[in-house]
C-alpha cells in the first residue's frame, strides 16, 4: 500500500471530473508527477486549479477519476487520509489558526506530536526546529500566527506541512502575498527541495515557473491545455497557452496628455488601527489624464492612505481635495458623489458584498439614483440590463448576473469591481494592489483599461507593489515610506535598483524631482 | 450594625447564586468556543431543573430517597448531553440558523418542563434537596469559612470546574481543537481535525453543564420545582460568556459580580435601606449590560468563526 512507501515516486490523477452548481471547475483532468520533478499547473483564474489540488487533498471529493499513488490506487475521504499517504499542501489562504501558536498549529494537525490526555507541545517544539534546521526555514514554534507577517506566515505553513511528514508537496499560489525578495528566497528553497519530494507549484509568473520547473501542465477552464517540459517553451509561449491569445502587457506609450491637478492629498496624518501615525504628513498630486504610481512596501501607509481617499478612515490634519472640492471629513457617499472611484485592496470583503448577486453588486455605488430605483422601489430591470451590458463589456465571467459575486473567480471579481468603477464616470480612481493574485489575462485586461482611463482624462493613483506593473503604467512614480512621500520621479527615469532603494528608505542626495 | 457580618451575609448569600450561571457559562464557552452559539441554555437548564427535581419529588419517603439526589443529577445531566446532541444535529449537521434554533430549543426545554411538571407534580412541592455540606475545619475560618466552605456539593463543583475547563481547553489535545474549530475551521479541518465531531462533542460537554446548572437549582437553590425556576439565567449565562471574553477565569469574574449585585440588592430590601430597590433590582443587569458595551475593544477576541456553519464544499 502507497501509505508505506517510504518515498512518493509518481503521483497520477486519471479522469479527475468535479462539478459545482452551475460549473464544471475540472473536466477530465489527468497529470502525473515523478520521482524530482517540480509540476507547475498554470492558468487562468477560475481554471480549476484549486479545485484539482483540494481534490488531491481530500478536500473536495471528485465526481469522477482516480488517484495513484506509486503505481496504486488510492481514495482519500478526508484531509487525514492525504496526510497519510504523505501529501502536504500549502494552501492558498493560510490554513492557520492565528491565534494559536505555530507549535500548537503543528501539535493541532498531528496526533503522535501532541499528546494523548495532555496537551504536549515538547514534541511538536522540537520537530518544527528539526525541520527549520533542515530546510533553513527561520520559524519561532511560540510566537502566535497572529504576530506574524504574511511572509512568515507562509514559511509557517511550509513548515507545518514538513512537519507532518509531507512526502510530496502542493503549493497553490504560495508566492501571491509575498514581497520580491521573500519570493526569490522561496523558490531557491522548493528547487532545493524537489530533491527530496516531487511537486506540484501553482503560481501566475511565468518568471518562478521558468525558475523552478521541469514540467508544465496548462489548465484552460477546466481542461488540459497544454502539458509538456517547461525548457522547450518560453514565457511568452506559455502565457499565449494559458490564455488562449498573444498576451502583450499594454505600456503608458502615449504622449503626455496631462492637465492640471485634480487630486490633491497635503500633509495627510492619519493613525492606524494600532494607533500609531500610518501617514505623517504624506503629500502628493495626481493631474487630469496622469497615472501616479506610489511604490512601496506594503505595511508604510498605504492601506491607511486608500483608507482616507475613500472616507472609510478619519484623517487627524491635512487635506484632500478632488477637482477643487474638499473631501476630508466627508462621508464615503459624498466622496462617491464627487467623482471618487475606488479599487479596494481586499476584493472579496471591500470590493463586493459576496452573497450579491453579479447585478446587485454592479449598483451597489447607485442603487438610489433614478436610474436603479423609482422611489422606493428598485427597478430590476434596469439593474439587470446594465449588468447584462457590463459582462459583455467587461469580459465578466459568470453563470449568469444572478449568481452570487463570492462565487466568482478573483479575476472576474475585479472585473465586476472595475466595472462598477469605470461606469460611473469618475474623475479620479484610486486602485489599491488591483492585479495581486491574478493571472496573465486578467492582468492585461485590467492595465489596459486603466490606460484608457488615463487617455480619457481621469487622474488614477495606482498603488501597486509590482515594481514592472508601476514602471509600465505610470507617468510618474511616487515611493512611500513610513507614511511620507520620500520622492516622486518620472516613471522614465525609474528603474528597479534606484525604486528599490527608494523602497527601503534611503534617500536619494539630489532628492526628488517632484 | 456590623458592617462586616452585613458583608458577610451579601457574600455567603451571592456566592452561592453564582454556581448555576459559573456551571451554565462554562459549558456555553465550550460551545462557543467550538464556534456554536448555543441560545437554548435556558432551555437545557428548565430540563435539568425538572428531571434533577423529579426523582426527590416521585421517590419521597420510599427506601430509594436517599439516592434521589443523585438519580436526578444524573438525568440532569444526561438530558443536558441529548440535548445538546439534538442542537448539533440542527445547527451542525443541518447547518441551521444557531441564532433561531437556540430560541427553539429554549422553547423546548422550557415547556416541555412545564408540560411534564403539570402532568406528573401538579402544584410547587417541595423536596429535601442537597444541603450544604460544610468542610470540617476549612468552615470555620472567620468570614472566609461561611461564604467558601459551607456550599453545597454543587457549589465545589463549579468552582473546580473553573481551573479544570481552562485546563481541558488549554492544556489538552482536545482543548486545541475546540478552539481551532470555532475560530478556522477549514484550517481544523486541512489539518485532519473532524469539525463536526469536534463540535458535537463541546454541544454534549456544554450541554451536561447547562442540564447540571438547572439540577442545581432545584436541588439545592430551591429545593422545588416551579416552570419558571431558570428565570433567564440561561440567556446570562450566554452574556457571560461574552462579558468573560471566552475565558474561564473571566467568567468566574463574571458570575461571582453578577451574583453579587443580586445578593447586594437582596440585602438593600432586605435591610430596608432607603433606597428605591427597583433600581437596586436593576443593578446586576445593568453592569453586564456596561461591561459588555465597555469590552467590546478587548484584545482577548472572541472565536472567530462563531455562529457560523462550516461547510467543507463551500467556497471560502
Ligand atoms: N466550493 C465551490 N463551490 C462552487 N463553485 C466553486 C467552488 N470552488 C470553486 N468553484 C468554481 O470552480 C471554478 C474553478 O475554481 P478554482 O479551482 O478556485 O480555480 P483556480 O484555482 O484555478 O483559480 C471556478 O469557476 C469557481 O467559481
Ligand atoms: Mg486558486
Known sequence: MAKNADRITELRVEGITKRFPGTLACDAISLRVGEGEALALVGENGAGKTTLMNILMGLYQPDEGKIFINGSPVRFRTPNDAYAAGIGMVHQHFMLVPNMTVAENVALGSAELRGRFRLNLGAAR???RQISERYGLAVLPDAYVWQLSVGEQQRVELVKTLCFGAKFLILDEPTSALTPQETDELIALLSRMTADMPLIFISHKLAEVKALSNKVTILRAGRVAFSGDTADHSSADLAALMTGHEVKLPCNECADGCGETLLAVRDLKVRSDRGHYALDGASLEVRAGEILGLAGVSGNGQRELADALAGLRSAESGSIALAGTELSGLAPRQIIGAGMGYIPEDRQ??????????SENLTLKDFASPRFAAGPFLRLKAADANAAELKKRYDIRCPSTATPAGSLSGGNIQKVILARELARGPKALVAVYPTRGLDMGAEEFIHKRLL???????AVLLISEELDELMNLSDRIAVIYKGRILATIPAQEATRARLGALMAGLREEEGATA | MNLLLVLQNILAIGVPFSVALLLAALGEMFNQRAGVFNLGCEGIMAMGAFLGFLPSFLLKGGALAP?????GIACAALAGVLLGLLF???TVSFRAPQGIAGIGLQMLGWGTA?????HFVGGVTGIPGIDAWPIPGLSKIPFLGPILFSMTPFGYFGFLMVP?????????????????????PRAADTMGTNVARTRYQALMLGGAMAGLAGAYLSLAQAKMFAD????????IAVALVYFGRWHPLYILGGSLLFSIAQSFQLAIQVLGIDFPYEFAVMLPYVLVILVLAFAKNSRLRGPAELGKPYNREKRV
Do not use: M, N, Q
Open chain 2, 114 to 118: 412545564g408540560t411534564l411538571s403539570r
Open chain 1, 126 to 128: 522540537a520537530r518544527i
Open chain 2, 228 to 235: 419558571d425556576i431558570v428565570a433567564g439565567r440561561g440567556f
Open chain 2, 164 to 184: 479544570i475547563s481552562w485546563y481541558v481547553l488549554f492544556k489538552t489535545p482536545w482543548g486545541l481543537k475546540v478552539r481551532a474549530v470555532g475560530t478556522h
Open chain 1, 452 to 458: 484608457e482611463l488615463r487617455c480619457e482624462g481621469v
Open chain 1, 349 to 358: 470583503t471591500e470590493g463586493i458584498v459576496p452573497s450579491f448577486s453579479v
Open chain 2, 88 to 90: 448539533g444535529l440542527v
Open chain 2, 67 to 71: 439516592w434521589a439526589p443523585a438519580i
